[in-house]
Structures are given as C-alpha cells and as structure tokens.
C-alpha cells in the first residue's frame, strides 16, 4: 500500500516535469505550427458610458504569418485588414489605411494579436511581459506591456485558447473599459 | 562735318535712345510667355490658379540623410524658424499641434458647421437614430477614438465633420512629423506669402527656406542631412535661372562664331566693326519695340536674339562682298531688289506671328521682325556713308570660283533629292497622326529630373492634385458661398454613388450666414430637447444624466455669435478657406475642387448631374491641353497665311509662274525632308518646330531668290555666291546654336531652321534653273 503509495507519488514526481515543460516556448511552437485559418467571433465592449456592452459579431481570416482579417458583420459592416504592417479599416464607403510601422504604439498594439497568432516570441517579448498558465488543452497567456507608452492605453491583455487555437482575447484598457474578443473555429486547418 | 559723321552721329543718338528703353524695360522669365493674351473664362480661372491660386504658393520641403528621429528633429526645427519668417503664410509639417487648433474650430463649432445638423436630427427619432449609430461606432477601433467626446457629442457632428476631410490620404508620420511613404524622408509643407507668378518673391522664400535648413542643421549638428525643396515656386525660379544663363551663353557662342567666320572672310577689324553695326542695331530695335508694345520683354525672346544675330549679319555680308566690286551704286542697282525682297519675305514670316493670341510667338515675331527690318534699313541707307568707299576686302572670287565647279555638278542630284523628299512626304503623310505632341508640357523648360522629384515628393505626401474644379461665381461673399452649398448638396448625391471619390468646397469650414442661421434655428431650447432626448434615450444603453456636457453645448450653441472668416484665424482651415474663396475685381468666387472616382470625371455627366447650376466646370490638364491645341491650331493658319503672303509677294515680284516655282521649290523640299528628318531622329515635334518651318521659307528665300536672279540677269558671280555661302553659314550658326539650348522653345526653332537653312542653299543650288548653270 505504502509502496504503492510511493510509486504513485513517484509517478507524479516523474510527470511533473512533464507538466512543467508546458512553458512559453512551447505555447509558441504550438501556435508558430498553425498555418491560419477562420473563426467566427462575438466582441463585447464593456464601456462605463454605457448600460450594456457593445456587441459586434463577424468573422476573422487569418494567414500565416502577417495577415489578418477582421470582417465584423454586425452591427455596421466593417473589414480591418492587416497585411503585413499596411492596416486598413473599410466601412461605409470609407477606406482609411495605415502604415503601421510608422506608427510604434499601434505597431505594439497589432503585434500583441499578430505575435500570438503566429507564435511570435521575440515579437511579444519586444513590449510585453509575458505570463503563461494552465496547460497545452487549456492556457492562459498574459501581456503586460512593458512600454509606458503602451500601457497608457492598454494595462493587460490576456489570451487563453487551446492548443493551437485561441479562444479569447480580452483586452483591459488604461481607462477601465474593456473588451472580449471570442473566438470559434470555424474551418480548422 | 562728313557725311559719314553725320550718319554715325544720327545712328549713335538713336542707340543711346534704344539703349534707354532698354535699360528701363521690364524683363520677365514668368510662365506669361505661355498663358493666353485673350482667355477665355475657363483659361481665365487656369491663369488665375497659375500666378495667384494657393497651389502654385505651395513649396514641398524634405529632408533626407541622418535617421528618423535626427530628421523628425529637424522638421521641428525648421518649422519654428520658418513660422517666424514674414515670407511664409504656414509651414505643416503634422505636428500635432498644428492640427489642434483646427480640432478645436471643428468641435466648438460643431453644430453650425455640421451638415447633418437639422430639425429632423434633433427630433426624438433623429436623436435616437444619431446616439444609436454613435454607440455602434464605438464597435470599430476607427470610432473607439470618439468615445471620450460621447458625452459631449452623442449625435456625432465632429465625426461627420471629420469624415468629410478624410477625403484624400494622409502623410505618414514618424516620431510626430510627416515622413515620405517609405519613410527616408521627413516632409514639410511650405505655403508662400508671395504669389506664384511673383518670381522674386518665390526666390526669396525658397532663399530664406535653404538658409533657415543651413542655420537649422548647424544648430543641431546634424551634418549629414540634406534639403530638398520643389514646387511650381522653384520650377519658375529655375526656368529664369536657366533662361538667363542661357541668353548670354547662347548670345555668346553665336556671336563669337559669327565673328571668327567675318573676320576669316574681311580680315578686316574695321569691316568686322561696320559688319555688325546692323546687327547690333537690330538687336537692339527688336527689344525696344517689344519693350513699347508689351511693356515687358520675356526672357526667352532675348534668347531669340542668338537666331536674330545670324540672320541680321547677312544684308552687311552681301554688302560688303557685292559691293566690292561692283561698286555702291552698281549693288543698289543689282543686288539690293533682291536683298529687299528677301527681307520682306522675313517680314512675312515674322509678321504672321503677331497675330498669335499665344503671348510668347507674338513676341518671338515682333521682336525678330523689327530685328531684321532695322539691320536692313541700317545696311541700305546708313552702312554706305559710314563704311565709304574703303570697303575693299579681300577678293572673294577665287572661293566663288571653286563653288561654281562644285555648282556645275550639282543639278544631276536633282533626281536623288526628289526622291529623297517624295519619301519625306510620305513618312510625314503616313504619321501625320503621330508627328506632333499634344501637350502643353512639351514646351516647358522645367527639366525632366526636376519635375520626377517633384512628383516623388508630392506622392510622399499624398496632396491630391487639382485637376478638376468647379467655380460657383457670386457679386457677394455670402451669395458665392450659398451657391457653393447648393453645388455641394448635388456634388454629395455623385460622392454617394461613386461617381466622384470625394470633394472640397469653402462652405465646409465657412458655411453661408443663412446655412448658420438655419442650424441655429434647428437647435431646440434646452427643457425640449431634455424632453426629446429622454424619449430618444428610451430603448438606448446610454443614461440621460451622462450627456449633461450635451445639454450644455447645444444651448451654448444657440449663443455662439455667427462665424465670419476672421473666426478661422489661426487655424490651417483659414488657409483651406482663402485658398477656395477668392475675392476679385468684379466679386466673388468660390473654388470647388474634385477627386475623382474609379473612373475619370467627364465632363458632360457632370454637368448633366449639376443642373442648372451655373457652376463652371474646369479640367486643368484638360483645359491645359486644349490651351495647346488652340495655339496649335492657330500656329497651322498663321504659318500657312504667313508662306502664301511669301508666295504672293515673290509672285507679285517675280511676275512669273515658272520662276516662282524655281524659287518656292528648294524651299518646300528643304522643309519636308528637315521635319522628316527630326521626326525620324525622335524628336518630338512641337508647335515651334511648326513656326520653324515658316522660319525656314521666309529665311532661306534670299538664297533661291539670288539663284533666280542669276537665271534672268548675266549669271551669278563669283563673289555673289560666296558672299551666299557666308551669309548663309552665319544664318545656320545663329540658329543652329539655339539647338543647343534646353528651353524646348528656342531648341525647337534652332533645331528646324539650323538644319533649314543650309539644306535649303543646298537645293536652291540643285534646282538651279537650267542654262544658268554657269
């Protein structure tokens, strides 16, 4: 019994390593792994202005490893597009495009999704501190920005997905405001 | 006193008068030279942009080398030195700073100035609609930047305000300023006091922006960045740069030219001296007379006096070597008919340009007219008393002797020569679609580098180029600017489905009293708009109490005094506002720039689309081209009337048809196989290739006209067809060395009549008529 106690703990002593190895840097060979792919999403602003949060549903496109696609259907059309450091914003017949790399917070702010998308370690470690919890089926992956700049806009930006997919991305904002962005696959690669 | 001292005494006053109108004459190297003397309203409004709109005081700034922030330094630095200078009306450079006044105008004026302000927007359902379409904004990361103003603006009039600027992109920036697209550069945005036309003044700006850059980087230490300037401001001070240096070279070489070649044949510095008394009094005669008539003399005419130079020094050199031997009287007799008769089939050719309604060409032919009429009248009548009966210079006969074998050869290349011109004709029929340029630019001095630098830098900003405008004309201030909001409205409708990608207008940052008046009036008092805005607020997630900042400024709103031009002082929209609406001499008017959609703006649609409205439509490049092509036009019948005054007066003169197709015939054919000859060399052919091709008939006559003369009297001597073979080289080296010049006008001229000239002695002799060969 005592014997079987002790290989048990054993066992568990052996598997911890195991569990352990569970760290960043596999996170990112996980995610560095995933060629793209769509997901639908439901972001929910939570704004102290308002009563109830703002809702927008749509749909993200991504191809590794620098472009992104945000088409938000509700409630007003809209297409973000990244592609490489050209970001640009389509809505209402309105076409705006950005040059992001001249744009150092924006850039920051961008690499927070694009790093983790495409598993991007030095990329996030550039501005943000990073916190990794959980395990490889369940992980919760925290940004801290390490720049002023930066986290006079945003104080905290946590990730959690499973696997290779990311389910969710919250980002708490400077003023208190927040928003959560979730996510769910729709054609998986 | 002799008669000699008389007539030099008389000739000397004259100069010393010539050469006081000359020293109080206005010269000018100003693009003028190319605007229409009689425009027509559209091209009135294309000269007006040109010397005085807001575009041509634009000066885009870069600076390069060093690294971003260096630069970034700089931009700032150069701007704070430059807002100090009187001579710049604003310098941007996207400091954010500089855009805050402007954001302060918008938002404190936000509901007079917004166009969705009406009484439908402040009624229970307008406001619901308005907050409920803010709240959705607030979805997007582009309206998340207004989520701050909501509880001041709940219907989103600043956002309406800032969407219709949107229009164009904007610069990049880097480290807080302007930079180019791929970011090498840092940019600036310079707009003159000085007015385009007012080269002087561009000069100076551009001056006080190089040594401010000077100052700027030795205060920094920034030593490894260079300056970059461009604009319409220095395209003018480098064309009168150009056009300066290019008069004295040009004169220069031809004279120096011309001079070696007289003083080879006189070897005489006193007949040298006699020679180009003439020529100097012609010069000198064509800018008085340009000077009387125009009041200002363009630069580009003087350089003209290179050609002048050439063509002038002939009526001495037939003096000279005619009447050497056969004494004054004798080459009155003989010589000067036929020397008068070439002079006026000069006169013809040169006259036929004073009817130009191009400001340049009429200028080109009065000055040269008066240029060769004056060396003609001075060789007649006032070179034989002072010259004497001294004119003896070396005996010319044994060249002529020589010519004459090589002469007596000449006619069997007749058949050659016809061929070669029938296939002249042919390649000159076969593309006459493609032998000349259709645009205005083809005329300008500005070089090719200059304007690819300036195009990378105008793209670097992103500045719309002003390609098509509307103008809404109005005897008053706020009756232009009411006419402008009237086109606007219709202009929205063409932004709305795609026709046009967007549009500026006046009344945008400056809407008419009545426009103001009716915004004001829509703003309920405040107890019923709290009514309203509670039942507005009903079904929405926003709390009444949270939009007390609302309440606010709209009752604050319904006090504002009404906004005037001097409310916009300090802002960058003043300058938008000023550029746009434009006070003159019989009123008002109000610009409307456009940008057009996927698909070009065409003009009739367009108007279609505007109504009755009387704006007037303008396409500058358009209008630019047809600008062109009525000169053109106007160049083929003034070239055409000027040769069949030429042929009139040799048919007049001549008094038979077979002579007069002797004489015309190397003249033709010398034209054709030149012209082909250019076109098959790739030289693009512009409309003073055309006026060189009269040039060439109404020069080169006197050679034909000596031929002919041989063929009717005793033959032609020795000494008369060398004095031909001089006069006619100095003609092609006056002209030819306006080939060498980079002014495509004075290029074009040179290149057709140099070439002109000689070929046309050449054929003259070819076409010799029979049985006078010798």
């Known amino acids: ?189 | 006193m002799s008669q000699a001292g008389r007539t030099f005494l008389l000739w000397l006053l004259a100069m010393l008068a010539g050469a006081a109108i000359v020293w109080n004459s206005r010269f000018t190297a100003d693009m003028s030279f190319f605007l229409p003397s009689h425009p027509t309203p559209e091209q009135q409004v294309l000269v007006d942009q040109l010397k005085e709109g807001v575009v041509s005081r634009l000066l885009v700034v870069a600076i390069e080398g060093g690294d971003s922030r260096q630069r970034a330094a700089l931009s700032r630095d150069l701007r704070q030195r430059l807002l100090d200078q009187p001579a710049f009306v604003s310098v941007q450079n996207g400091e954010a700073g500089g855009q805050q006044a402007d954001r302060d105008y918008l938002f404190k004026y936000r509901y007079l100035l917004s166009p969705g302000v009406s009484a439908e927007r402040f009624s229970s359902a307008g406001l619901r609609a308005a907050i409920g379409d803010s709240i959705d904004r607030l979805a997007s990361p582009a309206g998340m930047m207004l989520k701050t103003l909501l509880p001041a603006d709940p219907t989103g009039e600043l956002f309406e305000l800032l969407s219709q600027l949107n229009g164009g992109a904007q610069p990049n920036s880097s480290n807080g300023v302007w930079v180019s697209r791929a970011g090498e550069r840092a940019m600036l945005l310079v707009q003159t006091r000085a007015a385009g036309a007012d080269t002087d003044g561009q000069e100076a700006a551009i001056n006080a922006i190089r040594q401010q850059f000077a100052a700027s980087r030795q205060a920094t230490g920034l030593h490894a960045t260079q300056l970059l300037v461009s604009g319409p401001g220095l395209f003018a001070v480098n064309s009168r740069a150009l056009i300066k240096d290019e008069v004295g070279r040009l004169s220069l070489i031809s004279s120096l030219a011309i001079i070696g070649v007289l003083l080879f044949v006189y070897r005489s510095f006193r007949l040298l001296t006699l020679g180009l008394l003439p020529v100097v009094s012609g010069a000198l005669a064509g800018v008085v007379v340009v000077s009387l008539a125009y009041g200002t003399v363009f630069g580009i005419t003087v350089g003209f006096g290179a050609a002048l130079i050439g063509e002038a020094v002939d009526y001495s050199i037939y003096y000279f070597v005619q009447s050497g031997n056969n004494g004054l009287a004798a080459w009155r007799q003989r010589f000067w008919p036929t020397v008068r008769l070439g002079v006026l089939t000069s006169v013809c050719g040169f006259g036929a340009l004073l009817f130009s309604g191009f400001p340049g060409l009429a200028q080109l032919g009065l000055y040269s007219l008066s240029g060769v009429l004056t060396a003609a009248i001075v060789t007649r009548f006032a070179l034989p008393h002072m010259a004497g009966p001294e004119t003896r210079m070396r005996d010319l006969a044994p060249l002529g002797r020589q010519l004459q074998k090589i002469l007596g050869a000449m006619p069997g290349l007749r058949w050659p020569v016809l061929g070669l011109a029938l296939a002249a004709a042919v390649i000159l029929f076969s593309q006459r679609n493609m032998l000349w340029s259709p645009e205005l630019s083809a005329l300008n001095p500005v070089s090719q580098a200059d304007q690819a630098l300036d195009q990378a830098l105008h793209a670097d900003l992103a500045t719309p180029d002003a390609g098509y405008l509307l103008v809404v004309s109005a005897a008053d201030r706020e009756t232009a600017l009411q006419q402008a909001e009237k086109t606007a409205a219709q202009l929205d409708r063409l932004v709305a489905s795609g026709e046009l990608a967007s549009y500026a207008s006046p009344s945008r940052f400056l809407p008419s009293q009545a426009t103001q008046a009716a915004r004001r009036a829509s703003l309920p008092q405040d107890a019923e708009l709290r009514r309203r805005l509670h039942e507005a607020l009903s079904d929405l997630p926003l709390a009444e109490q949270k939009l007390g900042p609302f309440l606010a400024d709209v009752a604050n709103a319904r006090q504002l005094p009404a906004l005037d031009r001097q409310t916009l002082d300090g802002t960058s929209l003043a300058l938008a506002v000023d550029a746009l609406l434009l006070h003159h001499a019989t009123g008002w008017s109000a610009l409307l720039p456009l940008q057009p959609g996927e698909q070009p703006i065409a003009a009739a649609g367009l108007r279609a689309a505007l109504g009755s409205s009387s704006a007037l439509f303008i396409d500058m490049k358009g209008e630019f081209n047809k600008l062109y092509n009525d000169y053109l036009h106007e160049a083929m019948l003034l070239s055409l009337a000027g040769f069949v005054a030429i042929v009139a007066l040799l048919g007049v003169t001549l008094r038979s048809l077979r002579r007069l197709g002797a004489v015309l015939l190397p003249l033709v054919l010398a034209v054709l196989i030149v012209i082909a000859g250019l076109h098959l060399l790739g030289e693009r052919l512009h409309l003073l290739h055309l006026i060189g091709m009269l040039l060439i008939v109404a020069v080169s006559s006197n050679y034909a006209l000596f031929f002919d003369q041989a063929g009717s009297q005793q033959g032609l001597d020795p000494s008369t067809l060398a004095s031909m073979l001089i006069a006619n080289l100095t003609t092609a080296i006056g002209f030819g060395t306006l080939a060498l010049s980079t002014v495509p006008v004075l290029h074009a001229v040179g290149v057709t009549v140099g070439p002109g000239a000689i070929l046309a002695l050449l054929l003259s002799a070819i076409f010799v008529p029979r049985g006078s060969d010798r």
């Open chain 1, 1 to 189: 019994m005592i014997k079987q106690l002790c290989s048990a703990l054993l066992l568990c002593l052996l598997a911890l390593p195991a569990l352990a190895a569970f760290d960043v840097g596999q996170l990112m060979d996980d995610l560095a792994k995933h060629k793209g792919g769509k997901a639908k999403f439901v972001e929910k602003k939570y704004i102290a202005l308002l009563d109830k949060p703002v809702v927008s549903t749509g749909e993200m496109t991504y191809t590794a490893p620098d472009q992104l696609e945000k088409r938000t259907l509700t409630p007003k059309p809209e297409i973000l597009r990244l592609d490489k450091d050209l970001l640009s914003i389509e809505r209402e017949k309105q076409k705006l495009s950005i040059n992001l790399s001249n744009q150092p917070e924006a850039l920051a702010f961008i690499d927070s999704i694009r790093g983790t998308l495409s598993g991007n370690r030095a990329a996030l470690e550039k501005n943000y501190l990073l916190h990794l919890s959980g395990n490889a089926d369940k992980w919760v992956l925290t940004l801290l920005p390490s720049d002023q700049k930066i986290s006079a806009l945003v104080l905290r930006i946590v990730v959690s997905g499973s696997k290779n997919q990311i389910r969710s991305i919250e980002y708490l904002q400077a003023d208190g405001d927040r928003s959560l962005l979730s996510l769910e696959p729709s054609e998986p690669k």
